[in-house]
């Protein structure tokens, strides 16, 4: 920071950001590798490091910021969806050896954040790293400062004046900050996106880079040794890890410019003759700049500023991007809303335009939070997102330039042209299999299909290759033009091998680029198969021929794995269907498909292209010519077509907000609209009607835009328990109140005749289906896809076909949306029976009633049921569910009388883990009295019996699917961490 230093805030988001290339890189470092200014992992992928700090860990609290608001996994959750893929973490020697409870240090909001209660800030950071991990986001540990207190100017603490600033009172010597280093290093090592250190924060005051200046020659001030000795010590705990070393703020030395104004850590002037010791391919230069919100250069004050600032920003580290990576550790402001005013926000367009001219686009913004004195932070303070400050952060990011595919002089082939088999029980003539540091036999133990398969057994960085021959054993190209896939099935076998995740498919291309096959199979499970499709455009965007399908084990650990039915497909000729959940129906031809935009928030954007992919796949095999619009592109999108119209952290008014300009440079003619999630998930005053009358309002707004276009307005998928401030509701009943209203508004405008159709998107989705409580994984897109697909057939169908609305056919009960018109009495205690007075009540068999979700349903008649107030229950609404559907009052029961204080659960494992209807799963934690509902999977009816506090069983009930295991009491829910797999 500046000289004017005010503690900053600090966290990131994500959605993980990942650009491939050439995966072979000879005698590359362990780990993540420097080379070249640009940042790779050990599999040869470039990493753009989209991130934002997050403050706290360093800070007297000792743990992030606002969690009296906010709950820490939501954070990191919100962090991704903004399109954040890592976060910068300050921490100090206090958050290694303060013993003192978090929730003692500041308050913690204990139902947003029950599992941090009792835990000491080192405990904190260990959960933090896992679950910042486990969402994919890379992980960048900054020893901030040898104080808690303030920004201290040097890596150890020698005046005894100053004792009291760090956690023992006493002296703080480079060694006890090496040794620091290294435990941090060590202790994270088995994380995957833990990725370097920046070893200490924004050295300055006495602190000279080396010799040279005769005001300081006391070589303990000296930040080139002291940063090489760290870098060793760092390396010899954790080989994977980069070394990030910031610059200084001034060297005096006669050889540097010494009147260029700095801030704390931007200046690297003698890394130009004095280069640090540290291996090249673990540097990392991160310097830190800031605007005049922040610090008042003079050269904010010069008649040609902004223009004037890239001069100095060439000096002062610009010099160095070619040769290393340079990482902006720190950059951010107010952006017009500080005491810099316009002039702040002049200073951030300048310094992106600087930096998109040198093709930098690594950095991470300060700060996440808004408790930033002098920056605020991506949350202004009612803990909204800036919108404008992602729309920065977002043209700095960009995305890759589309490669459009050359010809090739080869003369095309029919039209019926589908597929050619390379392997399916043996290997098809002109191919031949071969391998390097591995063992490939083709057997007959373990198989997907037919008699035999590939096995291999790879060692470290060892594959195989089906290689393209001709009779007289010569290469033959094959032409990349005649398909569109590669398609193979594939499995761990049945031990799960440790690097199944870094395994990578590619083609002999010289140049050409490889796609994981994780990036396909989100998990492995023992003795399961998986069938993969690989747009040939990912690995071969250039479209030309290629002679080798290589299948490598990208890993420094040895691996078993197995390939079976290894095909080239044309999916734009071939009808044949796919294991892909988005299917075809009969062959019906569908009208065009053209002009689809998706519309939304950061669930529309998705995992990799989210539910755009499997639609996409499934229209085509309809025969029905599919296009996406949008002002957005994904580059991560697993289909050819990348446009779309999803934005992260939007709202209703966000999207509202923008669509007329969208609309007009895209004119779609079928909008998928899916919206809402933001405005249930986090702080809200408004209820359910509230927020469904802005939902309708933006319909109304894309209807004027878009007269004739067809609008498919979805539900938002469900939401785990949580309970959102200030009106105090459970966002999972929110979810469900407000889809009830987007359904009757949708249904009420397709009755009077408009182009509006519902799809019921949350009908399909459970809560196992959500990788952090609020967004689907990859897989549960695929079933979001089928919706709208199905959504899509019925309107479409043929250019004879009436658009009316259908009910598919099925052999399972139909059940009918419930409507509650009215219930007596208002209030009462525990054990009152409530009437519902509405209809479609038949086969309704759960009510919840405010946090108690296992209230008794009593079906009267269709228009009416009974409902008996649990122990546990909180004044909320009463939801009366079906199967399919949920209704809930539009105001709510209020309980009288004292209730019962319910734990939150904790589930450590269960047993046993597979199984058939009627297994008795025992599970293992805490908490568990009072606990009298569970679900399995898609089922949500198994009894539980509690043992003790420590133990209870359930017996898988009919209707389970393979899932996690949630159970609960009137209070809380907890899930199991892996699936039970129903036999």
Not at 529 to 553: D, T
Request: charged residues 10%; neutral net charge; glycine residues 8%.
């Amino acid at each position: 920071m500046s000289k004017g230093f005010v503690y900053r805030v600090f966290q990131a988001f994500a959605v993980a950001a990942l650009f491939t290339i050439a995966a072979t890189m000879n005698a590359i470092a362990a780990g993540y590798v420097a080379q070249a200014g640009k940042i790779y992992d050990a599999t040869g992928q470039e990493i753009q490091i989209r991130g934002v700090s997050h403050f706290g860990f360093n800070a007297p609290i000792l743990q992030p910021q606002y969690l009296w608001a906010m709950g820490w996994k939501e954070q990191i959750a919100q962090i991704k969806s903004l399109g954040f893929n890592a976060i910068r973490v300050p921490f100090v020697p206090d958050t290694l050896y303060n013993k003192t409870p978090v929730n003692q240090l500041s308050y913690i909001d204990a139902k947003l954040n029950p599992e941090l209660i009792g835990k000491t800030p080192l405990d904190v950071l260990d959960l933090w790293m896992a679950e910042a991990d486990r969402q994919g986001m890379y992980i960048l540990l900054d020893f901030h400062s040898v104080s808690m207190v303030r920004q201290y100017p040097t890596w150890f603490l020698s005046n005894p004046a100053d004792f009291n600033l760090i956690y023992n009172k006493q002296a703080y010597t480079k060694e006890n900050w090496t040794r620091d280093l290294a435990f941090v290093a060590q202790r994270y090592a088995h994380l995957t996106h833990f990725f370097g250190i920046d070893i200490y924060n924004e050295p300055n005051g006495t602190v000279r880079w080396s010799t040279g200046d005769s005001s300081v020659t006391n070589p303990i001030y000296f930040w080139k040794p002291a940063a090489e000795l760290a870098s060793k010590a760092v390396l010899a705990a954790n080989p994977n890890l980069l070394i990030f070393v910031q610059g200084i703020n001034g060297n005096y030395d006669g050889i540097e410019n010494s009147s260029i104004p700095t801030n704390w850590g931007e200046n690297f002037q003698p890394q130009a003759y004095q280069p640090l010791n540290i291996p090249n391919d673990k540097l990392v230069l991160t310097p830190h700049t800031y605007g005049p919100d922040v610090f008042k250069k003079s050269s904010f004050s010069a008649s040609t500023f902004p223009a004037n600032l890239a001069a100095d920003w060439n000096t002062l580290f610009g010099q160095f991007f070619q040769k290393h990576p340079v990482v902006f550790g720190e950059w951010g402001g107010k952006y017009g809303q500080g005491t810099g005013g316009q002039q702040d926000t002049a200073w951030q367009n300048a310094f992106v335009d600087y930096l998109l001219s040198k093709g930098i686009r690594n950095s991470f913004y300060w700060c996440y939070t808004p408790n930033s004195g002098d920056t605020g932070g991506i949350l202004d303070d009612s803990l909204n997102v800036r919108q404008d400050k992602m729309a920065l952060l977002k043209k700095l990011w960009g995305s890759p330039t589309p490669v459009v595919p050359q010809p090739v002089s080869v003369t095309l082939p029919p039209t019926s042209v589908g597929s050619k088999a390379i392997f399916d029980d043996a290997m098809t003539s002109l191919w031949a299999l071969s391998g390097w540091s591995s063992t490939a036999t083709v057997q007959s133990q373990f198989v997907k299909s037919g008699i035999s398969a590939v096995k291999v057994d790879a060692t470290t960085w060892g594959g195989i290759s089906f290689d393209s021959r001709d009779a007289n054993w010569k290469w033959v190209d094959q032409p990349a033009n005649l398909y569109t896939h590669l398609s193979f099935d594939v499995s761990a076998g049945p031990v799960v091998g440790a690097a199944m995740s870094t395994l990578m498919a590619s083609l002999d291309l010289g140049w050409g680029l490889s796609a994981k096959i994780s990036n396909y199979v989100t998990s492995f499970a023992p003795g399961a198969w998986y069938h993969v499709e690989i747009p040939l455009s990912l690995m071969n965007p250039k479209g030309v021929p290629f002679r080798k399908i290589i299948i490598q084990n990208s890993s420094t650990t040895n691996l078993t794995f197995y390939i079976d039915k290894v095909e080239l497909v044309n999916r734009n000729t071939s009808p044949t269907s796919t294991a892909t959940p988005a299917t075809t129906s009969g062959g019906t031809q569908l009208q065009s498909c053209t002009s689809i935009m998706p519309l939304g928030d950061s669930i529309t954007l998705g995992v990799n292209g989210g539910y755009r992919n499997n639609l996409y796949t499934g229209l085509q095999q309809n025969n029905c010519g599919i296009s996406y619009v949008g002002t957005q592109s994904d580059p991560y999108a697993r289909v050819a077509d990348k446009d779309h119209e999803g934005h992260p952290g939007f709202t209703i008014d966000n999207i509202a907000g923008s669509v007329n300009a969208w609309t007009a440079s895209t004119q779609p003619s079928i909008i998928l609209l899916m919206a809402g999630t933001n405005d249930t998930a986090w702080w809200t005053a408004e209820n359910a009607d509230q927020i469904g009358a802005r939902h309708n309002a933006l319909v109304d707004r894309l209807r004027t835009a878009r007269p004739n276009a067809w609008i498919f307005v979805a539900s938002i998928p469900p939401q785990a328990s949580a309970i959102i401030q200030p009106n105090n509701i459970d966002r999972a009943v929110l979810t469900q109140q407000l889809n009830a209203v987007i359904r009757k508004n949708v249904d009420a405008r397709a009755a009077s005749g408009e182009r509006v159709r519902f799809v019921d998107v949350n009908s399909v989705l459970t809560t196992a289906d959500l990788y952090d409580g609020i967004h689907p994984t990859e897989a549960a897109h695929a079933k979001v896809a089928q919706k709208f697909l199905e959504g899509i057939r019925v309107v479409l169908g043929s250019p004879s076909t009436t658009p009316t609305v259908t009910s598919p056919t099925s052999t399972t009960p139909v059940y009918k949306q419930q409507g509650i018109m009215s219930f007596s009495p208002s209030s009462g205690p525990v054990g009152t029976v409530v009437t519902l007075n509405g209809s479609g009540f038949t086969g309704s068999n759960l009510a919840w009633v405010g946090n108690a979700h296992n209230a008794t349903v009593n079906v009267i008649s269709d228009t009416q049921a009974q409902v008996t107030i649990p122990a546990g229950t909180t004044t909320g609404a009463i939801g009366i569910f079906n199967p399919a559907y949920v209704a809930f009052t539009a105001s709510s029961f209020t309980v009288t009388g004292s209730t019962t204080a319910y734990q939150q659960q904790g589930i450590m494992n269960f047993s046993p883990s597979s199984g058939p209807v009627g297994t008795v799963v025992t599970l293992n934690g805490s908490g568990f009295s009072g606990s009298n509902l569970a679900w399995v999977g898609a089922a949500k009816n198994a009894a539980v019996r509690v043992i003790s506090d420590t133990q209870v069983q359930l017996t898988i009930p009919a209707g389970a699917t393979t899932g996690a295991i949630g159970i609960f009491n009137p209070t809380y829910v907890a899930f199991t961490a892996t699936s039970f797999t129903v036999q």
